[in-house]
């Protein structure tokens, strides 16, 4: 994995979103912030759990930190090969850096990847409460194929979502 993937925005003006392999400063404070915001509340995550998963090193699960410029915006999780492509098993972006377009960056980086790696599907789920991030993914072509019920706690509901790759000719 190369150190840093640059995804240039589309808006002139904007700075570039670069991915950089998460370090163990920023998913300290990446799992500290996040766990104060929706969806991670509702699950009364403890930052400390947050931080340890974003700080993990696991074979084909790479860790993403999301910088715009010199800030840290986020992280992001991947689970490779999961099922015929990738499954996106963590994003999260810091509120200042939300309704920015980084988010949007992020899915076309991971479709750009999937095609090339010929991948037949890109993965997601989101909590049911969640309205935002569900209608986030669906806006990009991403459809409920699932509902998983208990899956993080009892009583709530996950939606499983799928966007069907088209493949390069
Ligand atoms: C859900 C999430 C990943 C989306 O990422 P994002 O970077 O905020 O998404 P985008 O900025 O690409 O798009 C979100 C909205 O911002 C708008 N937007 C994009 N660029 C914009 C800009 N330059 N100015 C104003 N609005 C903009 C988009 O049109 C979109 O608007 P809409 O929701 O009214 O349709 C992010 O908000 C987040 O981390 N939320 C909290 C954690 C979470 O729910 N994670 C998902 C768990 S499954």
């Not at 570039?16 to 500290?32: I, N």
Request: glycine share 8%; charged share 25%.
């Amino acid at each position: 994995m190369s150190q840093q993937i640059l995804l240039r925005a589309g808006v002139e003006g904007s700075a570039d979103v670069a991915l950089r392999p998460m370090t163990e400063g920023s998913a300290a404070v990446l799992g500290s912030k996040l766990a104060n915001i929706q969806p991670w509340t509702r699950y009364q995550v403890p930052p400390y759990a947050l931080s340890a998963f974003l700080g993990d090193i696991e074979p084909g699960a790479p860790r993403y930190e999301l910088r715009l410029g010199d800030a840290l915006a986020g992280g992001m999780v991947l689970r490779l090969n999961w099922m015929r492509g990738p499954y996106l098993q963590f994003l999260g972006l810091l509120p200042d850096f939300q309704h920015q377009g980084i988010g949007d960056l992020v899915l076309r980086w991971l479709e750009d990847t999937a095609v090339k790696c010929e991948d037949r599907n890109l993965w997601v789920a989101a909590s049911e409460f969640n309205a935002r991030a569900l209608s986030f993914y669906e806006r990009h072509g991403f459809e409920r194929v699932a509902t998983i019920d208990d899956l993080v706690r009892d009583g709530i509901n996950e939606i499983l979502l799928r966007k069907k790759i088209a493949p390069l000719r």
